[in-house]
């Protein structure tokens, strides 16, 4: 199989601009498509909903999981590419799909991921995926 050189996650069209003009350089999700990311590798914004595409990327300097996603706010302050507010209601959306996983009949916490971003940069124009980019993201592979 191809060696894995980095990830794609979607994130919506009016969340970009935080990135590329405001200097946020940390993304926030639930844990998903993260055990094989290590820093170095690449990071590509996969921009969903309007004018869809692959619209910039970035290195990856540091991974963190977390129990408490609003602890990020903590060890990255402003920096964070979500508003705690924002947070708070993505946080809240994610409970209806009961995330995390059983053992021995109790329900485990899932982790959220942090992803501290270096060297981020905006294509001229978006690139049309090969395949279509899942909500959890996807690795990218040579």
Known sequence: MAK?????FPI????MDRFFKEGKDVFI??????KELK???KFVFYQSRKGQGFVGEAKI?????IDDPMEVFK?????????????KGYI?????????????????????MAIELEDIKRYD?????????????QYLRE
Do not use: H, N
Request: charged letters at 35%; a positive charge; aromatic letters at 12%.
């Open 75 to 87: 060890m990255y302050g402003d920096r964070v590419f979500l508003t705690k507010e924002e947070l």
């Open 39 to 41: 820093p170095g590798m």
């Open 125 to 137: 124009k978006p690139i049309k995926p090969k395949r279509f980019v899942p909500v959890g993201g």
């Open 92 to 112: 809240k959306s994610q409970e209806k799909w009961k995330s995390g996983w059983k053992s021995r009949g109790q329900q485990k916490k899932k982790l959220w």
């Open 4 to 8: 894995i050189v980095g990830v794609a």
């Open 12 to 15: 919506p069209k009016q969340f």
């Open 29 to 34: 999700k639930p844990a998903t498509v993260w």
């Open 61 to 65: 300097k540091e991974i963190k999981l």
